[in-house]
């Protein structure tokens, strides 16, 4: 079977799930067309999405079009729900970056591209309402190729743009000016077209330029840009066409053997776990036994995707998307079959910058609610559900919609009424130098039947944790080494000060045990206690989460941008003026951003707007800020060992209650 993923990125409002509807009419999967305004989209099938007019959760749609099975993914476009776009950005074959020809690009567009561009995944555009006032097809070409790390490469041209008369043109000779731009773009990276371009520069026609633009498009290498209006219609059917046309098809083989992967967990209207996942290879079968990385698991349901939406199926094979029921214990990430594994290139984004403590309004239900929690903790691995030892309860966020979103699925889902507190910074903990710590077997003070030798060293920032070991695999069981590095992770998340500590490797220099009386656990509850060691050795500094922003104001209300942005403790890198419009660029604490997305329209009457992205973390000025723990405190040796000795196990809470 040949098959494309392909997925719908885009800013909020730039029209990516109009596209989704559109594309899903034009390729005959449905026969009305839906619409975001009257709340009868395909893709957005939740209640809430409905309601508030935007996509929270990913969706997959799939039809067939020139013999090829095409998977078409939509995911949020609001950037407090960045991680869902992570997920579904792994199983991509090639994207469509949906960029709007009046406000062209704007902060989210940087963020996917980005992404995109570390992972390899191949993207297009789709300049999106052309046929809206204001718009303009080449001022926004310009944009893409200026203010994005991207080889933009325009395969239509539009007439009478930002007008209901605009129209797209595909099926037309090449201009001079598309095939001088198709000439510099792709010769920029083949040496064999440059080569005939200098010689015999006649001979070079529209399906030798074709050949190379499929093949520099699946390597990456350049983006083809397309336009038109989802409303409308106009353009989309051309585009698709042409993506099957010159996009990476997948040839999948149902007879290998079976190889999938779990991007997407929810709950079904009886509660029961759902597990979404793409078939990459072979053929999963009903009430069939699949190995997962955590154990042998039996198939109890099988729904595939189709133009009808979920269908029951006695099997999946390779190119689907299915929906399983029967993987217990498997996460978001996992591979399924012979490759069972976690997927390491999940993690693209950074984690949740803000954290909000939240509480039953009936204190009633406060297990309820932390039930809850842990359910939708489990649809989304990037929302750090934990409690501290007083047994408060805090989430992960992204921003203040999300928040909003997950209290009204309480209400609306568990008829849980949650309060929720401001938010605050999630800060990190950054090394400020190497350490060592080193516990041996037989020592007086130490209580436990094993020797742990660990070594801490900083990394880049951005660069996230590693363990690595340098003593020899055969000295002791392979449960021992286990039960170390899920100890120096769990220790891992609660620094000097309670916070995360961030972007350093961990080594294992040194192990004993005492046969037969050493057990795993005796490596468990040890290794906090070195690992604390060598970070107290290496010495940490509290970093803040910084966000980079961009501000444009008419120039009337400069003045009062720049009282809003001195209140909340930013610092401005720039500012030009340009047609009575004033850019601001600078950095804020991420926290404040929030609050200046709703002061400025304000200010400005809605004529101002801000653009912001995660930054860097940055040291915190003053006294460092603490969070408190959730876990023992292996910096507290002696209250560290009181725990293990009443029972308590590291990772879980103190106080369970």
């Not at 080449?138 to 994005?148: I, S």
Request: proline residues 5%; contains cysteine; aromatic residues 6%.
């Amino acid at each position: 079977m040949k098959s494309l993923n392909l997925g719908i990125l885009a800013h909020v409002d730039a029209g990516k799930t109009s596209l989704t509807e559109r594309i899903l009419f034009e390729a005959g999967a449905r026969v009305c067309l839906g619409s975001v305004d009257t709340g009868s989209t395909f893709t957005d099938s939740l209640l809430l999405e409905r309601e508030r007019g935007i996509t929270i959760k990913s969706a997959v749609a799939s039809f067939e079009l020139n013999g090829v099975l095409i998977n078409l993914l939509d995911t949020p476009g609001h950037p407090d729900f960045i991680a869902e776009v992570e997920r579904a950005l792994v199983l991509l074959d090639i994207a469509i970056i949906v960029v709007s020809a009046v406000e062209r690009v704007q902060a989210q567009t940087r963020v996917l591209v980005n992404a995109l561009e570390r992972m390899e995944i191949p993207y297009v555009f789709f300049i999106n309402k052309i046929d809206r006032k204001g718009a303009s097809f080449q001022q926004t070409l310009e944009a893409l190729g200026t203010q994005l790390k991207c080889h933009p490469l325009a395969l239509c041209d539009v007439k009478s743009a930002g007008s209901s008369m605009a129209v797209v043109e595909y099926d037309m000779p090449l201009s001079s000016w598309m095939l001088s731009q198709w000439l510099d773009v792709l010769c920029e990276h083949d040496d064999v077209l440059l080569h005939e371009y200098v010689t015999t520069p006649k001979l070079i026609n529209k399906e030798r330029l074709e050949q190379a633009l499929r093949t520099q498009l699946g390597d990456n290498l350049v983006n083809p840009v397309f336009a038109g209006s989802a409303i409308t219609g106009a353009g989309v059917a051309a585009m698709i066409e042409a993506i099957t046309y010159l996009g990476p098809i997948r040839h999948c083989n149902a007879n290998a053997p079976l190889n999938a992967s779990v991007f997407k967990i929810d709950r079904g209207w009886g509660g029961h776990k759902r597990f979404h996942l793409v078939i990459l290879a072979g053929t999963l079968h009903l009430r069939q036994t699949v190995e997962t990385p955590h154990g042998s698991c039996r198939v109890t349901g099988i729904y595939v995707s189709a133009s009808g939406g979920l269908q029951s199926a006695r099997e999946a094979t390779a190119g689907q998307i299915a929906c399983v029921i029967g993987l217990d214990g498997v996460r978001i990430g996992d591979r399924i079959g012979v490759c069972s594994a976690r997927d390491e290139g999940v993690h693209t984004f950074t984690p949740p910058a803000i954290e909000t403590h939240v509480y039953a309004a009936l204190s009633i239900q406060t297990k309820a609610l932390w039930e809850a929690l842990i359910a939708l903790a489990e649809q989304d691995p990037l929302i750090d559900l934990r409690r501290n030892t007083a047994g408060q309860m805090f989430v992960s966020l992204y921003g203040e919609v999300q928040k909003e979103i997950i209290q009204a699925i309480l209400q609306d889902e568990y008829a849980i009424q949650a309060k929720f507190e401001e938010s605050s910074a999630i800060c990190v903990e950054a090394l400020l130098g190497t350490g060592e710590g080193l516990e041996s077997l037989g020592d007086p003070s130490n209580p436990f039947l094993a020797t742990v030798g660990l070594h801490v060293t900083p990394r880049a920032p951005g660069s996230g944790q590693i363990f690595t070991r340098k003593v020899h695999a055969g000295l002791m069981p392979a449960s021992f080494y286990k039960a170390i590095e899920e100890s120096v992770i769990k220790t891992l998340g609660e620094g000097r000060h309670g916070w995360p500590v961030c972007d350093c490797e961990v080594t294992l220099t040194m192990v004993d045990y005492e046969s037969p009386s050493s057990t795993a656990a005796d490596f468990r509850h040890l290794t906090p206690l070195v690992l604390a060691a060598a970070i107290e050795q290496a010495g940490t500094t509290v970093c803040e989460p910084r966000s980079q922003f961009h501000i444009e104001v008419p120039i009337a209300q400069s003045a009062s941008i720049q009282t809003l942005l001195a209140r909340a403790g930013a610092i401005t890198t720039g500012a030009t003026i340009s047609e009575g419009t004033v850019r601001i660029k600078g950095s804020i604490v991420t926290t404040k951003i929030y609050k200046l997305q709703h002061e400025i329209p304000n200010v400005t009457s809605g004529l101002g707007f801000i653009e912001s992205e995660f930054a860097a973390y940055a040291p915190v000025p003053g006294a460092p800020p603490s969070r408190d723990r959730s876990m023992s405190n292996p910096y507290h040796r002696h209250e560290y060992l009181r725990h293990i000795r009443l029972g308590t196990r590291i990772g879980q809470p103190v106080n369970s209650a």
